[in-house]
T-cell receptor
Framework: KNEVEQSPQNLTAQEGEFITINCSYSVGISALHWLQQHPGGGIVSLFMLSSGKKKHGRLIATINIQEKHSSLHITASHPRDSAVYICAVRSSGTGNQFYFGTGTSLTVIP | KAGVTQTPRYLIKTRGQQVTLSCSPISGHRSVSWYQQTPGQGLQFLFEYFSETQRNKGNFPGRFSGRQFSNSRSEMNVSTLELGDSALYLC????????????FGPGTRLTVT
């Protein structure tokens, strides 16, 4: 049983396209994180959300706590956005564990 | 401000040996978390330390242990290495363990032969 489900697993887009990655979770959470991982392993935290919506440049993240769902949007996609995007949640129950989605591999073609 | 550093970056060990990995957090950050990443299981949470105390723990066997020092630097140890322990081990630091943005280190690539 996966506490965090992401879709799609793989995504190929043309440069300039609007991209959406979805994340659903099954546990109570104190926060949800969107992470970006480039080839070679380095991980960068893009957003931390506990409610509502956040925007950073061309990236927008939203969360619906009642529906246990979050989306990451990339507007005007660019080849440098090609990476794996990972959704992670910190559970609010006993243990405060982190659970991770399996990631969405995004390729943006020029 | 210097980022999170991890040493060593690459390591090759033999099954049955033990290994210690080190993580130095961003200055001022008091929380350090450790993660294992494998192609099969993806990212998995190992444990989290704050002010030298383990605050949270994932579902890993007791062979995996860690500690945090007074300067917030952290080490994790894996004893009796198994082939399945081959992975990228990542640490991340944050100011507080109660829900704060995490800053990841570059990881230590461990290969067990």
């Amino acid at each position: 049983k996966n506490e965090v489900e992401q879709s799609p697993q793989n995504l190929t887009a043309q440069e300039g396209e609007f991209i959406t990655i979805n994340c659903s979770y099954s546990v109570g959470i104190s926060a949800l994180h969107w992470l970006q991982q480039h080839p070679g392993g380095g991980i960068v935290s893009l957003f931390m959300l506990s409610s509502g919506k956040k925007k950073h440049g061309r990236l927008i993240a939203t969360i619906n706590i009642q529906e246990k769902h979050s989306s990451l949007h990339i507007t005007a996609s660019h080849p440098r956005d090609s990476a794996v995007y990972i959704c992670a949640v910190r559970s609010s129950g006993t243990g405060n564990q982190f659970y991770f989605g399996t990631g969405t591999s995004l390729t943006v073609i020029p | 401000k210097a980022g999170v550093t991890q040493t060593p970056r690459y390591l090759i060990k033999t099954r049955g040996q033990q290994v210690t990995l080190s993580c130095s957090p961003i200055s001022g950050h008091r929380s350090v978390s450790w993660y294992q990443q494998t192609p099969g299981q993806g990212l998995q949470f190992l444990f989290e330390y704050f002010s030298e105390t383990q605050r949270n723990k994932g579902n890993f066997p007791g062979r995996f242990s860690g500690r945090q020092f007074s300067n917030s630097r952290s080490e994790m140890n894996v004893s009796t290495l198994e082939l399945g322990d081959s992975a990228l081990y990542l640490c991340a630091s944050s100011r507080d363990y109660r829900g704060d943005e995490q800053y990841f280190g570059p990881g230590t690539r461990l290969t067990v032969t």
